[in-house]
């Protein structure tokens, strides 16, 4: 459909409208595209990760370099700095869900807690074999949360058998 336009002599051509219509045509599939990315790390981990080795090494390496470099150079949006605002810090670790447009629900945001509930797996993860490389991988969130004051815990998982996956956000201890 694309066409190469020669310049003949004279203005050239107005293509304004024209880019302007391809890009809303991609932006139009952002969300598809930030799926497609995030399950293909959920099935890269479950293919490579999901043994004792590899859940090792996402729990204790990977997920805290992740967060590191995460927080340390501001990647999504992320200040790096501690706070004493618990809602302050669920919104900087949020914003990599907000970023990645990962459906979240907040069930409960005071001064002594903050719960954050997932209706699906954030990166795609399937089936009760893959919960011990769900909580290897929460790591990565759980260091977010320290690296900007607080303290994450997570209660309940969808591959564990809950509806949903539950966060609570509490001072950092």
Excluded at 26 to 55: S, Y
């Amino acid at each position: 459909m694309h066409r190469v336009r020669r310049w003949e002599g004279g203005l050239p051509e107005d293509r304004t409208d024209e880019l302007n219509r391809m890009i809303a045509e991609f932006d139009a599939g952002h969300d598809e595209w930030l799926r497609r990315g995030t399950l293909a790390v959920g099935h890269f981990q479950m293919r490579h990760t999901n043994n004792r080795v590899g859940r090792f090494l996402m729990a204790n390496v990977t997920s805290r370099l992740l967060a590191r470099l995460i927080v340390g150079k501001g990647l999504f949006g992320i200040e790096d700095r501690r706070r004493d605002d618990l809602v302050e810090i669920a919104m900087e670790w949020l914003k990599l869900s907000i970023f990645l447009r990962i459906p979240t629900e907040v069930a409960e945001a005071s001064d002594e807690r903050v719960v954050v509930l997932r209706p699906e797996c954030t990166i795609g993860l399937e089936g009760p074999e893959c919960a011990p490389l769900c909580r290897a991988s929460m790591n990565m969130d759980m260091e977010i949360v320290r690296r900007l004051g607080g303290r994450l815990v997570v209660t309940e998982t969808i591959l564990e058998g809950a509806p949903r996956c539950r966060h609570i956000v509490t001072r950092g201890g």
